[in-house]
């Protein structure tokens, strides 16, 4: 059987998840769709390239537009939005409206709640949606819930994550391999944690959340801080089940020292100030100024680390199960790690919908996603995973 896919945004998430979805997901036809046609017809042709196929199709589409994307799912089986995360509730709502399942790279998740608010609407009509599909949340949700279900009587899990350079140069020892609205989103605010079973609000860069910890070389010593998001619906669906639930992200030592003190500055800020005769909004200058300068450039080579720790019993004895993932830059695809272990994975969830691999209604991913068929969908793509359960007492 074969599939019509969309993928909303044709940037460099898009690009790879259709280009997954053409190899990978049993596709019929990819519509590659984005506000401007010349973005979707290039990276339409990239990706047919890449794949070997003519099964990615451009389209142009407003995302805002109910309309025009009634027009263009009506006829889609499974949907993919790689879009800015505000417009996903009006795709939620078109793709329910056209009985096309949907998911999308997330970011957000106040908008991630109001989005499964449309559980029931979505359950009668037999479709999926599946918010937060992503690098984290997404495949951090999974790989989390999987640890957890390898331990009979998990207490709590821990999440680390990062995409960093694999050639870091100074000041920064950082590169940016998607928007940079992005990244200090991740920066700005508080994020969800469980501790003692109940979740709390926790503060990005909250210095009781600071640690150090190794990886192998050539990476060495890392330092891993609290930022926004990462955690999305997880501290709900777990609470009162797990004692804790933590993410914190991964950069080379400094990092949370430069932004930490640009966030104490106020240049994370949203909100106008006047300067001189101007009203300006501090992170926008931030973004003018110093986005250029983390740019990645075409070979930039970059590297995804990934590091899920659950705790608990097992067989009536102290136990941990450990989760690694190390994903680097492909030379042959051009794609960076953040492209293969984002777009990629919106694309393997993507393709579970279209399958009726994943139930109806609108459901956390680290529900709604069967763990075990992720982490086999993630090998067969080369994904290099090292999973271990070992007894601590």
């Keep these: 059987m074969s599939f019509r896919y969309a993928v909303l945004g044709a940037g460099r ?18 519509i590659m769709a984005d506000r401007d046609l010349a973005t979707a017809q290039a990276s339409a042709s990239r990706a047919n390239h890449l794949s070997g196929t003519s099964l990615i199709e451009p389209a142009q589409l407003d995302a805002s537009d109910p309309n025009a994307l009634m027009r263009l799912l009506e006829d889609i089986d499974s949907v993919l939005s790689a879009v800015p995360s505000p417009l996903n509730l009006g795709i939620t709502e078109a793709a329910i409206d056209s009985r096309a399942h949907m998911c999308d790279l997330g970011g957000n998740t106040a908008l991630v709640n109001r989005q499964l608010a449309f559980d029931e609407q979505a359950r009668s009509r037999g479709v999926s949606v599946i918010p937060d599909c992503g690098q984290v949340p997404g495949m951090g949700t999974s790989l989390m819930a999987c640890a957890i279900e390898m331990l009979e009587v998990p207490e709590g899990v821990k999440l680390w994550d ?23 989103n991740e920066y700005f605010g508080t994020t969800v944690f469980l501790r003692d079973g109940q979740p709390i609000e926790v503060s990005c860069f909250d210095p009781d959340g600071y640690e150090l910890l190794d990886f192998p070389e050539p990476f060495g010593t890392l330092e891993a801080f609290v930022t926004a998001g990462g955690t999305s619906t997880a501290p709900s669906t777990y609470a009162g089940k797990l004692q804790y639930l933590e993410n ?38 931030l973004h003018t100024l110093l986005g250029p300068k983390l740019e990645a450039s075409a070979d930039a080579r970059d590297v995804i680390l990934v590091r899920v720790v659950a705790t608990g019993r097992d067989q ?21 790690a953040m492209q293969r272990c984002t777009g990629w994975d919106g694309a393997i969830v993507t393709a579970m919908m279209a399958r009726g691999e994943t139930p109806a209604g609108a459901i956390p991913r680290e529900i709604s996603v069967d763990r075990q068929h992720y982490v086999d969908e993630l090998r067969q793509r080369g994904f290099e995973l090292e999973i271990e359960k070992r007894y601590t007492d």
């Design 162 to 184: 990062g995409g960093i350079p694999q050639d870091p140069v100074e000041p920064w020892n950082y590169l940016l391999t998607f928007n940079i609205g992005g990244l200090t």
């Design 13 to 30: 998430q898009g690009i790879a998840a259709a280009y997954d979805l053409a190899l990978q997901g049993d596709a019929e036809a990819v």
């Design 248 to 285: 914190r992200t991964l950069r080379y030592p400094g990092h949370a020292a430069q932004w930490k003190a640009f966030s104490d500055a106020g240049l994370l800020e949203t909100a106008p100030i006047v300067v001189g005769d101007a009203e300006v909004v501090p992170r926008e200058v």
């Design 316 to 336: 009536g004895r102290a136990a941990l199960a450990q989760i690694d993932l190390i994903d680097r830059f492909d030379p042959e695809t051009g794609f960076t």
